[in-house]
Structures are given as structure tokens and as C-alpha cells.
């Protein structure tokens, strides 16, 4: 995500579009009048999608994928009407708006721009369903009934419509999907599902360290909070929503802890073992950015040659760890990592 630094209609413009519940289906269902090309085409497509908590490589592995070349995903250009997107790119040519590359507001050496593939597809979600799994202190996982899984079959296929007509197939990363995952594969059956995960000390140590950033940044910045609620990301922040499980207990640690976000490590990857669709993938990020052959296999089962991988560099970098944490909530996070890195090197091989 980039430092959105709007003028005052510009502003106005998000919250129409993103806000304003009618205004957004309203958009949804006038862009649909527009779209020729049929749904039922793209449902066996072998589209990507990646979920995981956030900080998990997610991003990364979203861009290499992008940089391909093959297929198509919202990108900053099909803001704020992202409901929209064939409308709005023939509008937006009128006035067309470049936003010029620079470091995404994480402070983590990516570099975006108009044309950056990003988390946006969330809003169909909020939009549609989102009684069904959004609380005000969290989210829960849900299964949306067949009218809206029919929505975004055809809002997928209106995505792939508004550009250029050779790309066929779909590359979604929103960390929220990992509570509808089985609605995912129920849409899209051949579709290849990642869901990457990091050594859970550095992932804790990642996510503490960017809930801290953003809530002094919204703190100072009314519309950089209200922007990333209309876009779903709760991951972290001020609006942070935790995910909760069927069952779970609330966490028992302060969000401002190590342990916090240790133990969200472990209940969404231990829920994550047991619930994901059978075909869905767990990658390892160390073994991402260790292991070439990682890579080549993800490229092999999404039927791309290898050779086309492009995008950020896979680099592992560790931080040494300042804060304390609980020593048996660790070592529970390390034997699910175990099985999960083992899991997926099986998977992968």
C-alpha cells in the first residue's frame, strides 16, 4: 500500500466509491451491463490466489507472479472504483492520474506505483458479505451463499475484461481470503491457492513492528485510517481486527506484545493445517527466497515457464529480536512451523 496523498475531491471520491455501501454496488452492477465476455469461461482458468497473515512474503510472491506477465489483477489505477473496473478505466482516461514510484508506506524497500498489483479485490467481500464475517474487533471465518459466490465469478471475470483481452487468467493476494479459502476453490476448482508462511519469531517480530508504524501514522493521518478500513486491511493499525476462529478463546497477551502477535501466528496457521482446501499450498518463505527449485515448482503447477520469473529479489533478511516473549508459546509456534515447512517441501518436490 502507498501513502495516499489526495486532494480534498479526490478524498470526497474515495468515500463515495468506498464507503457508501449503494454507491458501491451500484457501481458493481452497472460495470456488469458493460461486460461482453462470458463467466463460465474463466471458472476452470488456473488463476492464482496467495493468502497468509500479512508480512508472510505475501506481496512477493504476488509481484513475481505480476511480473510475468500472464495475468491480470487490480492494481492502484483501478482505484477508488474497484467495483468498477471497466467503467472506471474509461473514465480515468479522461484524467488520467499517474502516482509516481516510490517506497510503499511499510517502509520495506517496495516500490510501487499506479501500475502496482495490490490487495483491493477485499472490498467485493466487505461489500457483499460482509455482515457474514466482519465485527468490529474481528473477523471470522465464513462461507458466502451461492448468490455471492456467483457475484464474484462474474466480478472476476469483468476484471479480466477491462484490460488486455489475451490475459485470462486471475492473481488475487488478500491475506482475508484465508477465511473463505473453500469458497475460492468452490469458484475457481483449478485454480492454484498459496498460502505462504515465515519462521513465526521474525513473522511476530514483523507484524509487532508495522502495528506500531501504522498506528502512529493514522494517529497523525484521519484518512490513511479511514482508507485502509474501506479497503478490509486490518492487519495491523488502529482498526486492527484480529481473526477469530470457530472456538478460539481471545488472545490472552496486549496487542503491543511479542506474544500478541506469536500467538495470531499460531491460531491462524494451526487453524490453516486443518481447514484449507486439500489442493491449496503452504510456502515456506525461507525456502522461497533459499531454494530456487521452490520457485520453479510454484512456476511448473501454474503451468509458466520459470524463466519468466521476474519482480522484487527474494532476500532473507533476519532481525535480531530485542523484545521478550513466552518460551512455550514459541516452542508451540516452532513445531507447527516444522510440520508446515515439512508439509510443503513434500508438496513442492
Not at 67 to 95: H, K, Q
Not at 204 to 216: G, K, N, P
Request: hydrophobic content about 40%; glycine content about 4%.
Amino acid at each position: 500500500m502507498f501513502d495516499p496523498d489526495y486532494s480534498f475531491l479526490e478524498r470526497l471520491l474515495h468515500r463515495l466509491a468506498l464507503h457508501y455501501r449503494p454507491i458501491a454496488e451500484m457501481s458493481f452492477d452497472m460495470d456488469q451491463m458493460t461486460v461482453q465476455t462470458d463467466p463460465a469461461k474463466i471458472v476452470s482458468q488456473k488463476h492464482v490466489f496467495v493468502s497468509g497473515l500479512a508480512r508472510a512474503g505475501t506481496t512477493l510472491l504476488m509481484r513475481r507472479f505480476y511480473a510475468t506477465g500472464l495475468y491480470r489483477s487490480l492494481t492502484y489505477r483501478d482505484m477508488p472504483f474497484v467495483l468498477a473496473p471497466n467503467l472506471w478505466r474509461r473514465l480515468s482516461l479522461i484524467s488520467r492520474r499517474d502516482i509516481e514510484s516510490s517506497e510503499r508506506v511499510h517502509g520495506d524497500n517496495l516500490l510501487v506505483d499506479a501500475d502496482s498489483p495490490e490487495s483491493l479485490d477485499e472490498v467485493f467481500w466487505r461489500i457483499f458479505a460482509g455482515d457474514d464475517y466482519m465485527e468490529s474487533d474481528r473477523l471470522k471465518p465464513h462461507a458466502p451463499d451461492e448468490e455471492v459466490v456467483e457475484k464474484y465469478i462474474r466480478y472476476v471475470n469483468a476484471i479480466l475484461s477491462a484490460n488486455d483481452s489475451r490475459l485470462d487468467r486471475y492473481l488475487s493476494k488478500n491475506n482475508n481470503n484465508i477465511l473463505r479459502l473453500g469458497t475460492i476453490h468452490q469458484a475457481f476448482p483449478q485454480a492454484l491457492i498459496l498460502i505462504p508462511f515465515r519462521e513465526p519469531l521474525q513473522h511476530a517480530d514483523s507484524l509487532l513492528r508495522q502495528h506500531v508504524r501504522f498506528s502512529e501514522l493514522q494517529a497523525k493521518r484521519e484518512f490513511t485510517l479511514a482508507y485502509m478500513t474501506w479497503l478490509g486491511h486490518h492487519e495491523f493499525g488502529l482498526d486492527h481486527r484480529p481473526f477469530q476462529f470457530e472456538g478460539a478463546a481471545p488472545c490472552p497477551y496486549p496487542v503491543d506484545t511479542l506474544d500478541y502477535w506469536l500467538h495470531m501466528w499460531c491460531e491462524t496457521y494451526s487453524w490453516l493445517e486443518h481447514s484449507k482446501p486439500k489442493p491449496a499450498l503452504f510456502v515456506c518463505y525461507e525456502d522461497l527466497c533459499m531454494r530456487e527449485e521452490t520457485w520453479h515448482r510454484l512456476a511448473e503447477l501454474a503451468d509458466i515457464p520459470a524463466a519468466h520469473g521476474g519482480g522484487d529479489p527474494l532476500k532473507l533478511s533476519l532481525r535480531r529480536l530485542d523484545a521478550d516473549f513466552d518460551r512455550t508459546l514459541a516452542d508451540r509456534a516452532a513445531a507447527i512451523y516444522a510440520r508446515l515447512a515439512a508439509h510443503s517441501r513434500t508438496q513442492l518436490s
